[in-house]
């Protein structure tokens, strides 16, 4: 089986930086994902890892561990509308199917 | 392309009843994967379709069984429902790649009274 541990809630200042870490412990692991969830919304692809380091997109940026079972999300230059809960999710094998952390709800402060 | 979409949105059954819940992926995307999200046990995945064949499966009971058509639409259905079954119920649409991003449609929201 697969589990995944976020911290459950974050607050940060506009214009700060941000961490969101996630471990994992997996039979199988392909990569890891991350995914933004607004109140009300569907979950959006942010990024995906499937070797070691980092990856940036924008403002965004996710860094894979793979010895260590270990990825971090990586928001910068934070604004109020990034307020929303982040997932961090497992892929085990080569089909699409997601062993998601339980979330990590960002509050972004004025 | 438009977006995946799920029907219907809504839908309020009782405890017994069963449900049938649609979803069109994006177009091209031949895997089609459910989820269901409740507050209580957050993102869990149900079953994955790939070109009209159950590829993964999780750890739901009998009740839950979907199946996927020549053009690439799923449906989902929970059998004999349970007061537990009210969830919002997410299907995503992609394609097996190095990026392995998944498209979620808006939902179907159940209720079950």
């Known amino acids: 089986g697969q589990s995944l541990e976020q911290p459950s809630e974050v607050t940060a200042v506009e214009g700060a930086i941000v961490q969101i870490n996630c471990t994992y412990q997996?039979?199988?692991?392909?990569?890891l994902s991350w995914y933004q969830q607004h109140d009300g919304g569907a979950p959006t692809f942010l990024s995906y890892?499937?070797?070691?380091g980092l990856e940036e997109t924008g403002r965004f940026s996710s860094f894979l561990s793979r010895s260590d079972s270990y990825g971090y999300l990586l928001l910068q230059e934070l604004q109020m509308k990034d307020s929303a809960s982040y997932f961090c999710?497992?892929?085990?094998?080569?089909?699409?199917?997601?062993?998601f952390g339980g979330g990590t709800r960002l509050m972004v402060k004025p | 392309k438009a977006g995946v979409t799920q029907t219907p949105r809504y839908l309020i059954k009782t405890r017994g009843q069963q449900v049938t819940l649609s979803c069109s992926p994006i177009?091209?995307?031949?895997?089609v994967s459910w989820y269901q999200q409740t507050p209580g046990q957050g993102l869990q995945f149900l079953f994955e379709?790939?070109?009209?064949?159950?590829?993964n499966k999780g750890n739901f009971p009998g009740r839950f069984s979907g199946r996927q058509f020549s053009n690439s639409r799923s449906e989902m259905n929970v059998s004999t429902l349970e007061l537990g079954d009210s969830a919002l119920y997410l299907c995503?649409?992609?394609?097996?790649?190095?990026?392995?991003?998944?498209?979620f449609g808006p939902g179907t929201r159940l209720t079950v009274l």
């Open positions: 999710a497992a892929r085990g094998n080569a089909g699409n199917m997601l062993t």
């Open positions: 177009s091209g995307h031949r895997s």
């Open positions: 379709y790939f070109s009209e064949t159950q590829r």
């Open positions: 890892n499937a070797l070691d």
């Open positions: 997996t039979s199988g692991f392909y990569g």
């Open positions: 995503a649409s992609g394609e097996v790649g190095t990026h392995n991003e998944q498209f």
